[in-house]
Nanobody, 124 residues
Framework: QVQLVESGGGLVQAGGSLRLSCAAS????????MAWFRQTPGKEREFVVT??????YAADSVKGRFTISRDNAKNTMYLEMNNLKPEDTAVYYC???????????????????WGRGTQVTVSS
């Protein structure tokens, strides 16, 4: 069964904002480390941001522009993207790591639960 479902992607103009959601199963949301990744055709999937121990750990490319948050009542993780740039165009994925690592993990291979992704397109 589907345990991670992203939504909220779409087409926005540069400088605009978009809010992505990741609806997770209760098990994943309450126990596993979760993060946002993104990928464009021909490129490796890259880490975007994660929220661990009430702190945000973000890729340099999105620091100051993207905000990650969680709604515990809804088992949902959000990604608020502001001041979007064309280079932010990608399929955004929600991921979870069942290992419950005690360190921040930014490599996609270490995450074993993935959503199918939601497309974000930023026009010039």
């Amino acid at each position: 069964q589907v345990q991670l479902v992203e939504s909220g992607g779409g087409l926005v103009q540069a400088g605009g904002s978009l809010r992505l959601s990741c609806a997770a199963s209760e098990k994943i949301f309450r126990n596993y480390a979760m993060a946002w990744f993104r990928q464009t055709p021909g490129k490796e999937r890259e880490f975007v941001v994660t929220l661990r121990w009430s702190r945000t750990y973000a890729a340099d490319s999105v620091k100051g522009r993207f905000t990650i948050s969680r709604d515990n009542a809804k088992n949902t993780m959000y990604l608020e993207m502001n001041n979007l740039k064309p280079e932010d165009t990608a399929v955004y994925y929600c991921a979870a790591d069942s290992r419950r690592p005690l360190v921040v993990v930014t490599t996609p291979g270490d995450y074993d639960y993935w959503g199918r992704g939601t497309q974000v397109t930023v026009s010039s």
